[in-house]
């Protein structure tokens, strides 16, 4: 099971990044354009925003990688629990307020993940 919930955290942790890539650097651009839905004016005007959404997903990441490193069975518990309980709740508020397919691409993977490590 350690292996398992390592690999659902490390999992959770690339989709945040690549969230932050996508906000972050390509918000404006066809592929965080057509990734997220957005006409090129609406993209533009909201980049400020998205950069900010990105710079969020960043700090789930770093705290998702420090309970890596840590150990999901030992010190790192504790963080990958926050940091997924984070990712879940993020992920429940996004799809209630902005899209219900942010349930099955942030808060599902998320608690998915987060029933792992728990189980350890």
Not at 67 to 87: I, N, R, S, T
Not at 98 to 120: D, E, N
């Amino acid at each position: 099971m350690l292996m398992v919930a390592t690999v659902l955290a490390a999992l959770v942790a690339l989709l945040h990044l690549y969230f932050l890539v996508l906000e972050m650097f390509f918000w404006t651009k066809p592929l965080g354009r057509k990734a997220f839905g957005l006409d090129k004016d609406f993209a533009e005007r909201s980049k400020a925003l998205a950069a900010n959404q990105g710079l969020y997903n960043g700090f789930l990441v770093a705290g998702l990688v420090y309970g890596l490193v840590l150990g999901a069975a030992g010190a790192g518990k504790p963080w990958l629990v926050f940091f997924l309980g984070c990712v879940v709740v993020a992920g429940v508020f996004g799809a209630a307020t902005a899209s219900k397919k942010i349930l099955f691409v942030q808060a599902i993977p998320g608690a998915v993940a987060l029933a792992a490590v728990l189980a350890i």
